[in-house]
């Protein structure tokens, strides 16, 4: 059974130490692939060196590239630039997607109209760059609908997007990102005894559109909630959506696999 995180911060400090022996144990969990998150430009950088670094036949690593909304209020001319550069040589630096990208007013880190218009802004690079892009939807659905809206009929939304991650929204929110060519990512919190909505999400969403992730080091699914969180967890991830689909982790596996090589292009 071979398995792929879709989304760990590998780049992260909690990882500078062990970095080695993460990586070890996630192959000795039958990781195949991992796609490193970022999630700012000093992580976007530190992400490239580590996939192209790190990155082997056994354990291949991938990365996005992208400014989260928390650091909105830092994109500049020379931010937008320094992404389109990395982007226009993204097989060398091993980046697969634009992320993550999007809106966050629970934390509100920067002006929501800064992060709207950044928001845009990298839209227009992922259009360009004809590349996905990793969305990160927080308190802000109607926001960043209406934005999507927009690029969808502009016709400057890819037919298939990319992937909400860590979707945590209603049924007619999924339906909508589907009706987008969206994909679904899910994360530990599947595992939590409280996850009532994720678990009807994720049973009626196709299972040709949905991809596991960890997020890591955050997000650390049961039995190892309230430690970090490492690629090795997400077979916890995979187990329960197997259980909620009610097919084996195998065929679950095999899906989840399938979609992400689909979509980044892998
Ligand atoms: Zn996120
Ligand atoms: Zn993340």
């Given at each position: ?38 999630a700012a430009m000093?992580?976007s ?21 992208g400014v989260h909304?928390?650091d909105s209020?830092k994109y500049?001319?020379?931010t937008?630039?320094?992404l ?17 990208i ?16 950044v928001?845009?802004?990298q ?144």
């Open positions: 059974m071979a398995l792929i995180d879709t989304h760990a911060h590998l780049s992260d400090e909690r990882y500078a130490e062990d970095l080695d022996e993460v990586l070890l144990r996630a192959r000795e969990a039958g990781l195949t692939k991992i796609i490193l998150a970022s000093d992580d950088r530190d992400s490239i060196r580590i996939a192209a670094g790190k990155n082997s036949a056994e354990l291949e690593l991938w990365c996005m590239v909304p928390h209020d500049t001319d020379e937008h630039d320094q389109r550069s990395w982007l226009s040589d993204r097989v060398r630096n091993r980046i697969v997607a634009l992320g993550e999007g809106l966050d007013y629970f934390y509100d880190l920067s002006p929501r109209d800064i992060q709207r218009q928001f845009r802004r839209l227009d690079l992922a259009f360009e760059a004809d590349i996905p892009i990793v969305l990160h939807e927080r308190d802000a659905v109607m926001d960043t609908l209406i934005i999507l809206e927009e690029y969808h009929r502009a016709g400057r939304l890819k037919s298939v997007p990319g992937v909400v991650h860590c979707f945590s929204g209603s049924e007619e929110v999924a339906e909508k990102l589907l009706s987008y060519g969206f994909y679904l990512g899910f994360d530990g919190p599947v595992t939590f005894k409280n996850s009532k909505r994720a678990p009807y999400v994720i049973s009626m969403t196709p299972a040709d559109r949905l991809l596991i992730e960890t997020d890591s080091p955050y997000l650390t699914p049961v039995p190892f909630r309230g430690h970090r969180n490492e690629p090795c967890y997400v077979k916890y991830v995979l187990e329960k959506m197997a259980e909620i689909k009610g097919v084996s982790p195998e065929i679950m596996a095999e899906a989840t696999m399938e979609n992400a090589c689909r979509l980044f292009g892998i």
